[in-house]
Structures are given as structure tokens and as C-alpha cells.
């Protein structure tokens, strides 16, 4: 079939098999060039599929050449109907690996459940017997607590007062005024519940329990803080709170570590394109302004970037990991210096539809926006007929 981008608001409802696998094989040559990393040899990667998640799988096969397994839940083609993106990319990564003679398998499920936590810890002790990293990058919108039954979704909303600021739709290029009602409710509570730290405990508890955790064994879950601009509708919002959850999280997992030496992290990173972060008001407008000044500075970087850059200068160092005085790892130093932010307060004031194509960088939001579908690659032929029934052939 030949596959277009289909959008329906934020979302593409389409992917491109063919741009996907262009998307990990430059990732993949991405850390080739930077050289090897001393770190981690057997990993697993919880919400392996996407964005710092897929990054993190990529960097540990071959920046270090890790044995991968990758849990994520994603959506498989059915005939004239393309996967999510994830799909295509896991197969991407898996096809790569193992043509490098590199242990990839994955599992496709509710990460969330108990069973998927079952059949990961049945495959470790299998296939690997122990590992020493273990990255938590799960993105979903709701959870089914494996315990209370319980069906939670998260909310995006401020707390306490309505919020009010611009915002873009990166498709038209328009600049308009966006208010979003305060949360009711348990909306804090069920956010917390998804976004939080307390499913990465329990899978670190699961693997502790099993002995699947090498001696000095690292896990590392991701978080965002972001600029003042953002912070009534982010870090000050629903979601702050759980990424506070989170945070206080990693404290929690490594007192439960002790006796094996393990260590639990929060990296902070920077502000991409995401399918998530597109829905969020305020938000685009504010990466494509950011985009514009660090580009302009030479230090944008997309996930790869920014998790090559973890691991390498953060997590393997042969020295401490250096933290902030919350304990955080920061690799998103670059985005939060003062002249930048300065910066991007700035242009914000300024922005309106008229100017946004020159003070800010709408067309790489958009191109980025693509890019996570698979469209918009060079050297891929979209006109040519794609077979879009592809499969994942370490699905365990």
C-alpha cells in the first residue's frame, strides 16, 4: 500500500514501516560514531519502543553492546491497516541487533500487569539470569492497577486556578490564547497513580525478589521539569506532582538496593516533539522557540543525542554520577541555561501568528512531528508501494 501521514488533530494515525526503520538506522549510526560506552552488558528497558525509551534501547545495544530486552505495548499491522509506530521501530532496532550479533528480544504487553512483569522476569531468568540497568520510560495516558483493579487515567491541568496562556497549532501555524479549567477531584491522585514512581517500584521489587539484579545494578526513570513558562500547566500541575512522585521514587528503590550496592535515578531531560507533548497546550509553542535558540547555539539534541550524552558523560564515567541537590541526574542542562531561557522569554512575548516561521522553529517541530510516524525521512520513497505487514521477530 502506498502509506500518506493521516491526521486527525494531534494525532497521525498512520506510520510508515520504512521511514521507522530509517529513523533507528540513523539513531543507530548516531552512536556508532561517538564510540563505545563502558556500561551496562544485559539491560532491559521498560517502554522500549519510542522516543528516550527506544533511545536508551538503541545506546545500550550498540554504544555498549548490551543484551536487550525491550517490554512495550504496541499496536501490530493488520492487512491495508499500518502498526503504531513503535511497532515498526521495535522490529527496526530487533532486525539491526541481530544482524550485529547482539540479544534482542521484546515483550508486547500491559507493562502495568502483572503478567507482562511475569513473563519479562520468566525471560530474564531464561536467557540472561541477572541484568545491571534497567530504564523505566513508560508513557501511557492510563493504568490498570494489577492490585486494586482500579482503572486510572491521568489529567493535564493546572492546580487550583484556571491557566491561561498562548499557544500554537504546529500544523496551520496559528497563535492563539488557550485556558485550561484547574483539576477536580481525584484528578491528582489517579495522575499520580499513572505517571508516578509506583509501578517502577514494583517491577524493581518483582526483579529484586527473583534475584534478576547484578551486583551495583542502576535503574534510571525519566522526568521533566521545564521553565517557569510552562510550570502552571507542567512541573506546578497534575503532572508535577507526579513526576514528584517519581523523583521521591528513586530514593525509595535505592535504600531497597542497598544490600546489592544498586542505585535508583531520575534523568531530567530536555523538551522534544513527542506525540504526548504535542497535545499539550502551551507546550509547542514553547519547544519551538527553544528549538530555534539552540540551534542557533549548537546545542540542540534530539533523544539519541540526549541519551548518548547520559550515558557517557552521566551514568559511565568510572566516577560518581553527578546529581543536582534533589538528587536528579540534569541532561537538561543545556535547555534550562539562563541565556537561553532568557531567550525564549523573550520571543515569547513577541510571538504571534505572523512571526512565528521567523523567531521560532515551527517547521522542525513539524518535521520532528513526522519523523516520529516514520514520515518525512530522507532517502525513503514514499510513493513506492510499502508492505505494511511487518513483524517483530523476537516477540517472546
Known amino acids: ?79 491495508g491497516k499500518t502498526a503504531s509506530p513503535g511497532w515498526y521501530n521495535s522490529a527496526a532496532f530487533e532486525n539491526e541487533a541481530h544482524k550485529a550479533g547482539l540479544y534482542a528480544k521484546s515483550i508486547n504487553g500491559d507493562a502495568f500487569s502483572n503478567e507482562v512483569k511475569q513473563q519479562t522476569l520468566d525471560l530474564i531468568k531464561k536467557d540472561l539470569g541477572q541484568v545491571d540497568l534497567v530504564i523505566y520510560s513508560l508513557a501511557s495516558p492510563v493504568r490498570l492497577h494489577p492490585v486494586t ?8 491541568k493546572p492546580i487550583g486556578s484556571t491557566f491561561t496562556n498562548k499557544t500554537v497549532d504546529f500544523h496551520s501555524g496559528k497563535v492563539s490564547e488557550v485556558s485550561i479549567e484547574p483539576c477536580s477531584g481525584d484528578d491528582i491522585e489517579n495522575t499520580i497513580a499513572v505517571m508516578g514512581g509506583e509501578d517502577w517500584a514494583m517491577w524493581i521489587d518483582a526483579l529484586k525478589a527473583e534475584n534478576l539484579l547484578a551486583p551495583g545494578a542502576t535503574t534510571v526513570a525519566y522526568s521533566y521539569i521545564g521553565p517557569s513558562l510552562t510550570e502552571a500547566v507542567y512541573r ?26 544498586g542505585k535508583a535515578y531520575v534523568s ?28 542557533e547555539e549548537g546545542i540542540h539534541e534530539g533523544c539519541i543525542e540526549q541519551i548518548q550524552r547520559l550515558y557517557q558523560q552521566r551514568l559511565y564515567t568510572g566516577s560518581d554520577v553527578p546529581t543536582d541537590e534533589k538528587g536528579r541526574i540534569r541532561i537538561d542542562d543545556w535547555e534550562m541555561r539562563a541565556d537561553v531561557q532568557e531567550k525564549v522569554a523573550k520571543l515569547w512575548e513577541q510571538a504571534v501568528t505572523e512571526n512565528l516561521e521567523e523567531i521560532g522553529d515551527l517547521e522542525g517541530y513539524r518535521k520532528d512531528f513526522y519523523n516520529l510516524f516514520g514520515f518525512d525521512f530522507e532517502g525513503v520513497d514514499y510513493k ?3 508492505n505494511e505487514m511487518v513483524n517483530v521477530s523476537s516477540i517472546a
Open 236 to 261: 506546578k500541575g497534575t503532572i508535577g506532582r507526579a513526576k514528584d512522585h517519581l523523583e521521591a521514587t528513586a530514593f525509595t528503590i535505592t535504600d531497597s538496593l542497598e544490600d546489592i550496592n
Open 149 to 156: 483493579g482500579v482503572l486510572h487515567r491521568s489529567v493535564l
Open 268 to 295: 531530567v531531560n530536555k523538551a522534544l516533539v513527542t506525540q504526548a507533548s504535542s497535545a499539550i497546550p502551551v507546550i509547542p509553542l514553547y519547544i519551538s522557540l527553544l528549538y530555534k535558540i539552540m540551534k
Open 1 to 79: 500500500m502506498i502509506i500518506e501521514p493521516r491526521m486527525r488533530g494531534f494525532i497521525c494515525l498512520t506510520a510508515h514501516p520504512k521511514g521507522c526503520e530509517q529513523n533507528v538506522k540513523n539513531q543507530i549510526e548516531y552512536i556508532k560514531s561517538k564510540g563505545a560506552i563502558e556500561g551496562a552488558k544485559k539491560v532491559l528497558v521498560i517502554g522500549a519502543s519510542t522516543g528516550f525509551g527506544l533511545a536508551s534501547r538503541i545506546t545500550s545495544a550498540f554504544g555498549s553492546g548490551a543484551a536487550t530486552i525491550g517490554v512495550f505495548f504496541e499496536k501490530p499491522p493488520l492487512e
Open 384 to 386: 513506492a508501494d510499502t
